[in-house]
């Protein structure tokens, strides 16, 4: 599981609230994403990290901020949650492994905005 | 801005017969091509992939090809087994050195005993 984990696993939520998704890892990769997950579009991604406090948008990123102040954490946060982001949120981690970068995936996590 | 095209979206084999998923990318820097598998509920899993320096690749019943010229590249699954029943996604880098990906909308194979 390329040791990564995700809190919380499951969440709901009301429209308007705050919400705060956690991505930990214990094996120093430095590159770190944050996806979701919806029927019909496959995987999108929201935010990505290349380094400690370094980040860069993805295709989707709009309603979301993201932050890293350690390597292991990656933080991801919906200022105020709409309905159409009630979606499955995975993490990833990817590392350049002589000429690879595989990219593996956390466990996800379950947002529901009600 | 840049896609990529995944087809079918749902594919129907009988165990034994054999599966071919296609991808076209329209990113000319693509240089890295994964595909995935994720079961119901799962996380997506990494099960093969292959770089722009390399036509073809092959582990075991999976094998995946690429064509630069004609920007696509496909999954085949030889033999297959009810076990091989899951979604499957392509993926293809953007921007060589970014280490950023996008993702088609996957293919869920059924595999029929």
Partial sequence: DAGITQSPRHK????????????????????????RQDPGHGLRLIHYSYGV???????????????????EDFLL?????????TSVYFCAISESTGGGYEQYFGPGTRLTVT | GENVEQHPS?????????????????????NYFPWYKQELGKRPQLIIDIRSNVGE???????????????????????????DSA????????????YKYIFGTGTRLKVLA
């Fill in chain 2, 87 to 98: 979604v499957y996604f392509c993926a293809a880098s953007l921007l060589s050195g970014t």
């Fill in chain 1, 77 to 85: 946060t919906l200022e105020s949650a709409t309905s159409s982001q």
């Fill in chain 1, 12 to 35: 709901v939520t009301e429209t308007g609230t705050p919400v705060t998704l956690r991505c930990h890892q214990t094996e120093n990769h430095r590159y770190m994403y944050w996806y």
């Fill in chain 1, 53 to 71: 406090k370094d980040t860069d948008k993805g295709e989707v990123s709009d309603g979301y901020s993201v932050s890293r102040s350690k390597t």
């Fill in chain 2, 10 to 30: 749902t594919l129907s084999v009988q165990e034994g017969d054999s599966a071919v998923i296609k991808c076209t990318y329209s990113d000319s820097a693509s």
């Fill in chain 2, 57 to 83: 690749k092959k582990d075991q019943r999976i094998a995946v090809t690429l064509n630069k010229t004609a920007k696509h590249f496909s999954l085949h699954i030889t033999e297959t087994q009810p076990e």
